[in-house]
């Protein structure tokens, strides 16, 4: 499975910024899609997360603020994020995990650069 993202940039405080993720490839066996972020020094954490079966997982930090989307149809998910904070600027990666009957697998996009500053 291939990612590709995009959508990341400058924004001000409380501004609104919406990331895309295309997946290509063994779309298939897609379980998962979602967003995880990292700044330089620490670990990649996860933003948010749905599945398949349309379940929603988010970092506490973004509850309320970011939201999760896919387009099936065209395989692809977005993040809505809103009400953006100094502290959500990071590096954003689209991940997908499979499953392919017997063995999971994780892919990563190229990652786009989110930056919240007035």
């Known amino acids: 499975v291939q990612l590709q993202a995009s959508g990341g940039g400058l924004v001000q405080p409380g501004g609104s910024l919406r990331l895309s993720c295309a997946a290509s490839?063994?779309?298939?066996?897609?379980?998962?899609m979602g967003w995880y972020r990292q700044v330089p020094g620490k670990q990649r954490e996860l933003v948010a997360s749905?599945?398949?079966?349309?379940?929603?997982d988010y970092a506490d930090s973004v509850k309320g603020r970011f939201t999760i989307s896919r387009d099936n149809a065209r395989n692809k998910v977005f993040l809505q994020m809103n009400s953006l904070k100094p502290e959500d600027t990071a590096v954003y990666y689209c991940?997908?995990?499979?499953?392919?009957?017997?063995?999971?697998?994780?892919?990563w996009g190229q990652g786009t650069l989110v930056t919240v500053s007035s």
């Open positions: 991940h997908t995990k499979t499953w392919n009957g017997w063995a999971a697998g994780d892919y």
């Open positions: 490839g063994n779309v298939f066996r897609i379980v998962a």
């Open positions: 749905l599945t398949n079966g349309g379940s929603t």
